[in-house]
């Protein structure tokens, strides 16, 4: 016999982690950096017919220190790249960042000098979302996506355990050359 059948009906046990990932998940405020031709999908992600407020985003913050969720929409030229970075050191903990579209991503068609290859080179970026641009409803579905990673996060030090074992999933999952997994496997310890 467990505690739930000692509680009334109606009661609903849960984790205070789980509690925690709902709220945050629920309440994801973004701050759109719209820098190109995919700032106006993002724009279009904000219209009756998206409709973002469904996923609690209706409010588009105006500030970093009042935003969670910075979208990147659009290509970062090296000019523009400081002060993307300025906003997202302004940003409150804990904060999560969209590529949006392939020339944030990684470039795209711009492989010169004056253009970012990559906003990854700038700030640390939670999902990818390809395309040229992307339509809303792929930026829905990044949304979403980045939901289920917020309702799932450890809190404390559950987080940096988990952070800890997702980069070492990473590391073993390179292909690696001979030496260098000999020398990786050392390093860890693991069974070779």
């Known amino acids: 016999m467990g505690i739930e059948e000692k509680l009334p009906s109606g009661i ?7 509690l925690a990932g709902y709220a945050r998940k629920s309440s994801v405020w973004p701050a759109t950096f719209g820098l190109a031709c995919c700032a106006i ?3 279009a992600t904000g219209d009756p017919r998206h409709d973002m407020a469904r996923f609690g985003m209706e409010r588009a913050s105006n500030t970093p220190r009042q935003a969670d969720l ?3 929409a659009g290509r970062v030229s090296q000019k523009m790249a400081p002060v993307l970075r300025q906003i997202y050191d302004q940003m409150a903990e804990p904060k999560w960042v969209i590529s949006m579209g392939v020339c944030a991503s990684s470039g795209g068609m711009f492989n010169n000098y004056a253009v970012v290859q990559g906003v990854d080179h700038i700030v640390p970026v939670d999902i990818y979302l390809p395309g040229c641009p992307p339509r809303p409803e792929m930026l829905l579905d990044s949304i979403v996506k980045l939901h289920d ?3 799932n996060m450890k809190l404390g030090v559950n987080r940096e355990k988990e952070i800890t074992e997702l980069e070492q999933a990473r590391l073993r999952r390179l292909p690696l050359s001979a030496p260098a997994r000999a020398a990786y496997d050392e390093m860890t310890g693991a069974p070779r």
């Not at 609903?12 to 789980?18: A, F």
């Open 149 to 151: 990673k917020i309702q």
């Open 70 to 72: 910075m979208i990147v």
């Open 12 to 18: 609903l046990l849960t984790t205070v982690e789980k």
């Open 41 to 43: 999908e993002l724009m």
